[in-house]
């Protein structure tokens, strides 16, 4: 199995901010203490590049993150301060997300150990996301001629709403996302699907509108790939969740996910997207249990490319 890092790519943030970005280096050497990623399957990605990147956000946005002009308003927003290092990370994230596209497409599934930037839109971020991920990994495979249908399988605690916005007019891409409903963002946008759950949801609950939800969007979409976002917040112990679920029940979702995935014929790239725990290892076990999962997941037979260019939808 092929896995993308990035965690030596670090944001210089400021003392105390909430943004938990020890949580990459530590859940890397949590998985080649493991031995998860034996030989070459622990990779570095290339650098989202420009074309890459434009098929989801527009070029003035991308522009004024490249050069540092973003406003003060619009850097409070996305949660960062701007530096170099946030560009090149920001790429190099988006970047991973494409390659584990790649790597799922040749051998059942690819992991990113960051990514699930979802609440990026085409014209801004937000909510710790400059570049979307999955939108950006989704547009590529399409241009590569490697998937035509996609599914977006969103299982982060806040809604995908830069996800939903910038894939809104594409029927081949499937948004789904299943979240709190009273938490950030509190404007939300209209995925294909989105299940919302109450504040204090716990394993039972969730896990029954998972499967509803999974189960709809693979028929609905019939993908060659899922994107699967496995954020870590839907936990009880998260900071920032309002949900419930064990440990265990987080464990149970990814089984789920990927049995669904697997029982369809779909190969899944996965993501981290976030997590907030009070501990930071919680956190970092939950996103190790979700990397163990994928390596287990049966390998889906590679299918063909359809088309030799982006399609005209």
């Known amino acids: 199995m092929k896995i993308f890092y990035t965690d030596h790519y670090v944001l210089p943030l400021p003392e105390g901010h909430r943004f938990p970005m020890a949580k990459y280096r530590l859940l890397r050497k949590r998985i080649e203490e493991a031995g998860l990623a034996n030989g070459a399957g622990l990779r570095e990605p290339h650098a989202a590049t420009d074309e890459e990147i434009l098929r989801a956000h527009d070029r003035d946005y991308l522009e004024r993150v490249v050069s540092g002009r973003l406003s003060a308003q619009e850097l409070r927003r996305t949660g960062f301060p701007w530096t170099p290092q ?31 930037t979802h609440h990026a839109f085409r014209d801004h971020g937000e909510g710790y996301c400059v570049f ?37 007019d594409d029927q081949a891409v499937f948004t789904f996302s299943i979240h709190a409903a ?42 060659d790939l899922a994107i699967y976002l496995a954020g870590a917040d839907p936990y009880a112990g998260d900071r920032l969740g309002r949900l419930a679920l064990t440990k265990e029940g987080l464990r149970a979702r990814d089984r789920k996910v990927f049995e669904l995935c697997r ?51």
Request: aromatic fraction near 4%; charged fraction near 20%.
């Open 263 to 313: 029982a369809a014929s779909v190969p899944v790239a996965v993501v981290m997207a976030g997590g907030y725990s009070t501990d930071i290892a919680d956190t970092v076990d939950i996103h190790f249990s979700t990397v163990e999962i994928a390596a287990s997941f049966p390998r889906v037979a590679r299918r063909p490319a359809f088309f030799s260019a982006a399609p005209q939808i």
């Open 182 to 223: 009273k938490n950030f963002p509190f404007r939300k946008e209209a995925s294909d699907l989105d299940i919302e759950l109450p504040d204090g949801a716990g394993d039972s609950d969730y896990l029954a509108a998972l499967e509803q939800g999974v189960c709809h969007a693979l028929s609905a979409a019939q993908p």
């Open 132 to 168: 979307n991920d999955s939108a950006v990994a989704a547009l590529a495979m399409q241009a590569e001629g490697r998937a035509l249908r996609i599914a977006i399988l969103d299982c982060d605690v806040h809604q995908g709403n830069g996800t939903a916005a910038i894939l809104a």
């Open 86 to 116: 946030m560009v090149e990370r920001s790429r190099r994230s988006a970047g991973a997300t494409i390659e584990a596209c790649r790597a799922a497409l040749a051998d059942g599934v690819g992991v990113n150990l960051a990514g699930g």
